[in-house]
């Protein structure tokens, strides 16, 4: 047996481990929610991997919010989660990539139910597909991926509810994204270590970063600059939530006991979406299972400023 068909095997059979795990319903204990007293939001959630990520927590009975920039769409997974389904499921628009629209989705959510307990980060966008490496949307990846996800954090923070068992974000990402990934990494030392140093990771830097890979796709020299080598915009993004989710989550882990909120990050797989023209080799149903796990494990058992795959943390 190859390696390769080796790994598929161990993956298969993880993954009908986590399949026989999400049939386990949470008991008394575990459950720490209601849907009286836990409002869950998904990003981008009228499709794909944000759909079910919507879909299971609504489940398990929490308020769950359906976001999508196009309302139609929105209100059509809306429609096919609570009318078909049966499950209960609010709906505003949002665009991550409008100031103006995470302000007012900000002013809702406060107004409507007095703050959010789970932030799901789902938002992306990918424009390559097979072998396909174009930056052509480089700017809109980007923007969407990274700066979207980074201003919903900052939106959202001050409306998350104190609560004992702590309030939850969870960043939707890629292994595509790890500063040392052995296939697909920064050529720049200098520039993986400080991503990967705690202490020298600053927003200013990822800012610094993204704009300096940006500036190269406009100049056209972005191919000798030493960046990842597959969907090269779209990894540059992920790397960037990664090192965002372990810089927010040591600027908030000095909140004391009922003001806590814990930061992750998972890569949900090669999923069978639109995203990847459905050659996935992973149904939504698992490929949301981590990130619900995230949102609803117990404040005891909670970890903050790591990546997840499959349930398991690895290295980013």
């Known amino acids: 047996m190859t390696n390769k068909e080796k790994a598929r095997e161990r993956r298969e059979k993880r993954m009908q481990e986590i399949s026989l795990l999400r049939t386990i319903p949470y008991s008394d204990h575990q459950r720490w929610w209601s849907s009286e007293n836990v409002v869950a939001v998904v990003t981008g959630s009228n499709r794909g991997i944000g759909l079910e990520i919507a879909r299971q927590l609504a489940s398990h009975g929490l308020t769950l919010v359906l976001t999508a920039r196009n309302v139609d769409a929105g209100l059509e997974a809306v429609t ?66 990274y700066h979207g996800t980074k201003n919903m954090i900052k939106a959202m923070i001050p409306l998350m509810r104190p609560s004992p068992q702590g309030a939850r974000i969870v960043n939707v990402s890629s292994r595509l994204g790890r500063v040392y990934g052995r296939r697909n990494r920064l050529a720049n030392v200098e520039l993986r270590d400080q991503l990967s140093n705690p202490d020298s990771l600053t927003e200013e830097l990822l800012d610094r970063t993204v704009s300096t890979f940006i500036e190269q796709v406009k100049d056209g020299t972005w191919e000798s600059g030493g960046w990842p080598q597959t969907f090269t915009d779209y990894s540059i993004s992920k790397l960037a939530v990664n090192a965002y ?42 490929a ?7 949102s609803l494990v117990l404040s005891e058992e909670a970890v903050t400023g790591k990546f997840f795959a499959e349930r398991r943390e690895i290295n980013f």
């Open 80 to 145: 096919s989660l609570s009318l078909q389904q049966g499950l209960k499921v609010d709906f505003h628009q949002l665009d991550v990539t409008d100031a103006s629209s995470i302000k007012e989705f900000g002013c809702w959510i406060k107004q409507t139910f007095g703050g959010l307990d789970i932030l799901v980060n789902n938002a992306g966008v990918n424009y390559n597909l097979g072998s396909d490496n174009s930056v052509e949307f480089a700017e809109t990846v980007v923007s969407t991926n």
């Open 245 to 286: 989710t372990r810089m927010i989550a040591k600027e908030l882990s000095t909140r004391q006991e009922g003001e806590k909120i814990y930061v992750n990050s998972f890569c949900p797989g090669w999923v069978k979406t639109a995203m990847t023209g459905f050659a996935g080799n992973m149904s939504p149903e698992d």
């Open 288 to 294: 949301a299972d981590t990130g619900v796990w995230l």
